[in-house]
């Protein structure tokens, strides 16, 4: 079974640019999350979606993040612009099935430094 | 915000040692699930304990489970040096079947061989 694919790997930018990671989940995983990982933290949900609708944005700062799930698989997430303080590893999940019992599966991630 | 809380932050033991990380959370579960992430990489699923359960075991690990404390502990035996790596416990912050998945802060293992 593929796991869950991310790219890029990494990313420079600097800082008021804008940014775009993409995350391909396990095929037929409902659940996707977008987590962001400040270095020696936990992991902080940024946005869980179900199929394509969202369950959950509260902590996505929606005056910078957006992210989406056309058709309920693939997902994108974009910073737009960048501040210093976006540096961070973004992390995607993907779980099935829904509710008790659900085990997430990890991507490998995409380090982001803002400069 | 952060659901759990793992203590110590950071761990260092010999090889053959037992290490063990505790985990609090504040809101009631209905699952609760220890990760382990090595350095630079994602999550990878060790274990889950849901709320009636009061011990699991998996190989080497063991998850005990309080919920009148609201603390679970991760219990890791006969440690090896390939154990190094961070540990984080995860809760649906009784979110019932919306899938929610929050995050502690984490333990940092290191196994010295």
């Known amino acids: 079974e593929a796991g869950v694919a991310q790219s890029p790997r990494y990313k420079i930018i600097e800082k008021r640019q804008s940014v775009a990671f993409w995350c391909n989940p396990i095929s037929g995983h409902a659940t996707l999350y977008w987590y962001q990982q400040i270095l020696g933290q936990g992991p902080k949900l940024l946005i869980q979606?179900?199929?394509?609708?969202?369950?959950?944005d509260s902590q996505l700062p929606k005056d910078r993040f957006s992210a989406e799930r056309l058709k309920g698989v693939d997902s994108t997430l974009k910073i737009q612009p960048a501040k210093l303080e976006d540096s961070a590893v973004y992390l995607c999940?993907?779980?099935?099935?829904?509710?008790?019992?659900?085990?997430?599966?990890f991507g490998q991630g995409t380090r982001l430094t803002v400069v | 915000s952060q659901q759990g809380e793992e203590d110590p932050q950071a761990l260092s033991i010999q090889e053959g040692e037992n290490a063990t990380m505790n985990c609090s959370y504040k809101?009631?579960?209905?699952?609760l699930q220890w990760y382990r992430q090595n350095s630079g990489r994602g999550l990878v699923h060790l274990i889950l304990i849901r709320s009636n359960e009061r011990e699991k075991h998996s190989g080497r690990l063991r998850v005990t489970l309080d919920t009148s404390k609201k603390s679970s502990s991760l219990l890791i035996t006969a440690s090896r040096a390939a154990d190094t790596a961070s540990y984080f416990c995860a809760t649906d912050g009784g979110s019932g079947n919306t899938g929610k998945l929050i995050f502690g802060q984490g333990t940092t293992l290191q196994v010295k061989p």
């Open positions: 999940a993907s779980s099935f099935p829904q509710g008790a019992g659900l085990l997430a599966f």
């Open positions: 809101t009631s579960i209905n699952n």
């Open positions: 979606f179900q199929n394509n609708g969202v369950v959950d």
